[in-house]
């Protein structure tokens, strides 16, 4: 009788650790491509901030040449022109 809940014991914790040994294998699957997606995004936002020294080095010169523009051809003023309202009562005729 002594036998039998010992070799209990002993099937429990093989189990256990088959299990464990289980959910060690997903939790490494899953690290590693948790590390796989870490890498692209670092790479993604690498190439985002070069795109950005780009446009930003785009409009500085897109800047730069507007002033220049600018200068060449002065605008001219604007006469600003007058509109007359109208109220709504006068125009349906009502008092």
């Avoid at 093989?14 to 995004?41: H, P, S």
């Avoid at 200068?71 to 109220?87: E, G, L, S």
Wanted: hydrophobic share 30%.
């Amino acid at each position: 009788m002594h036998k039998k809940p010992v070799a209990g014991l002993v099937l429990a914790a093989a189990l256990v650790l088959a299990l464990l040994g289980c959910q060690d294998t997903k939790a490494r699957k899953e690290n590693e491509q948790l590390k796989a997606q870490v890498l692209e995004l670092q790479k993604e936002n690498g190439d985002l901030g070069n795109r950005v020294e780009t446009l930003t080095k785009e409009n500085a010169t897109l800047r730069d040449e507007n002033e220049r523009l600018k200068t060449m051809h002065p605008r001219a003023k604007t006469r600003k022109r007058k509109h007359r309202r109208t109220n709504a009562k006068q125009s349906s005729g009502q008092d």
